[in-house]
């Protein structure tokens, strides 16, 4: 591994394919992954030389909401730090730019084996247990 670069807004809708594909199979299209890469508040992406090998976002309103998505890392670049990295930008990035002064909560939804790492930054699970609830938008008259 040589020296890792760290971009910033610079993930592009492939870069994001590519990933995505690695680990979680087959990806969003290339048109709903385009707008996703355009209206996400912040964008990492960290190379290995030419080759991508981990990215994360954050979208949300810059007020109330900041959410958490996507975060990857190849299966190849798993536990070396890059994952805690990945992190850290985007926590920077909302500490950054957030209202001074004011409570933000930051969000995401994560496997059950994934909440440790996340609580290593000092993530918390809802106390409530509140589950995820989600509408499949059927769209598919609009056409
Ligand atoms: C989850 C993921 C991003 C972690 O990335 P990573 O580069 O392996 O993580 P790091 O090497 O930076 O690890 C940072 C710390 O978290 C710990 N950690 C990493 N994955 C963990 C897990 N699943 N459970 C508990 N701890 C974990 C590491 O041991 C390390 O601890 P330390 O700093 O005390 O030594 C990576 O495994 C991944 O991309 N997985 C597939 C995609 C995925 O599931 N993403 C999460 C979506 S919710």
Redesign the pocket.
């Known amino acids: 591994m040589s020296e890792l670069t760290v971009k910033h807004n610079e993930l592009s809708a492939d870069e994001f394919i590519f990933m995505w594909e690695s680990?979680?199979g087959q990806c969003p299209t290339y048109e709903q992954t385009l707008l996703a890469m355009e209206h996400s508040l912040f964008r990492v992406s960290v190379f290995d030389g030419e080759q991508i090998v981990?990215m994360a976002r954050v979208i949300g309103d810059m007020g109330l909401c900041y959410y958490i998505k996507?975060?990857?890392?190849?299966?190849d670049?798993?536990?070396?730090?890059?994952?805690?990295?990945?992190i850290d930008e985007l926590l920077r990035y909302i500490n950054d730019h957030g209202v001074s002064d004011t409570n933000i909560f930051v969000e995401?939804?994560?496997?059950p084996?994934?909440i440790?790492?996340?609580e290593?930054f000092g993530f918390s699970a809802n106390e409530a247990q509140r589950l995820r609830i989600m509408y499949h938008v059927d769209n598919s008259g609009n056409r």
């Open positions: 680990v979680w981990a996507d975060v990857i890392v190849l299966p670049y798993q536990g070396k730090g890059i994952g805690r990295l990945l995401l939804c994560a496997m084996d994934k440790p790492f996340y290593k």
